[in-house]
Nanobody
Framework: QVQLVESGGGLVQAGGSLRLSCAAS????????MGWFRQAPGKERDFIAG????????YYADSVKGRFTISRDNAKNTMYLQMNSLKPEDTAVYYC?????????????????WGQGTQVTVSS
């Protein structure tokens, strides 16, 4: 069973940057697709970025494309999310997830493993 722990959240002004980390333990991440999701108060959890196990394929929700960058270091069993040009609408709890599969995408409806979430608050 894999455990995921997010870190790096916090309070930042609009236009600022944060880097989230997702550290995995209990199982290697190197053959599984991973992703980042977020959930704002009163809203559903939404996909924002995914990365193939190789790190060579990444994809993003339109809302963060060009501002956020997902990456992974399989040797460190860790995934990252670099968030630039943050907006107040980016305020949410951010969750990392690992898919049970090694395909090219991660689906929220799959039997993923999830971290506990980290709060990101962007002030205007």
């Amino acid at each position: 069973q894999v455990q995921l722990v997010e870190s790096g959240g916090g309070l930042v002004q609009a236009g600022g940057s944060l880097r989230l980390s997702c550290a995995a333990s209990g199982r290697t991440i190197s053959i599984y697709t991973m992703g980042w999701f977020r959930q704002a108060p009163g809203k559903e959890r939404d996909f924002i970025a995914g990365i193939h196990w190789s790190g060579d394929i990444t994809y993003y929700a339109d809302s963060v494309k060009g501002r956020f960058t997902i990456s992974r270091d399989n040797a460190k069993n860790t995934m990252y999310l670099q968030m630039n040009s943050l907006k107040p609408e980016d305020t949410a709890v951010y969750y990392c997830a690992i898919s049970p599969y090694g395909g090219t995408s991660i689906n929220i409806k799959d039997d993923n493993s999830w971290g506990q979430g980290t709060q990101v608050t962007v002030s205007s």
